[in-house]
């Protein structure tokens, strides 16, 4: 299982961001997709993710903001508008699955993206 992510990068105040990321499985079921963040001495916290039915779930601080679509089955992108400094983190893909040869429930990892955002 891989995680590809990508788009990170250093904006203003204000600008957005888009944030993909694919997952390389085959006969699995992605049961959620999403972002996690995480800054210096802090915990990883949950930015978005959808799950398999679609169903979506946001950080109440990015509520209004940011915003998680699916592009294909395997495929989402996370729109980051209106960025803030407080956004500034690295940010992590992440997914669960079900079927063969994968842990269910179990959250797998993309390599961390920088996004900084200057005030």
């Known amino acids: 299982v891989q995680l590809q992510a990508s788009g990170g990068g250093s904006v203003q105040a204000g600008e957005s961001l888009r944030l993909p990321c694919e997952a390389s499985?085959?006969?699995?079921?992605?049961?959620?997709m999403g972002w996690y963040r995480q800054t210096p001495g802090k915990e990883r916290e949950l930015v978005a993710e959808?799950?398999?039915?679609?169903?979506t779930n946001y950080a109440d601080s990015v509520k209004g903001r940011f915003t998680i679509s699916k592009d294909t089955a395997k495929r989402v992108h996370l729109q980051m508008n209106s960025l803030e400094p407080k956004d500034t983190a690295v940010y992590y893909c992440h997914a669960t699955f079900s079927g063969w040869g994968v842990r269910p429930g179990v959250l797998y990892w993309g390599e961390g993206t920088l996004v900084t955002v200057s005030s």
């Open positions: 499985v085959r006969d699995v079921i992605i049961e959620r």
């Open positions: 959808v799950t398999s039915a679609g169903s």
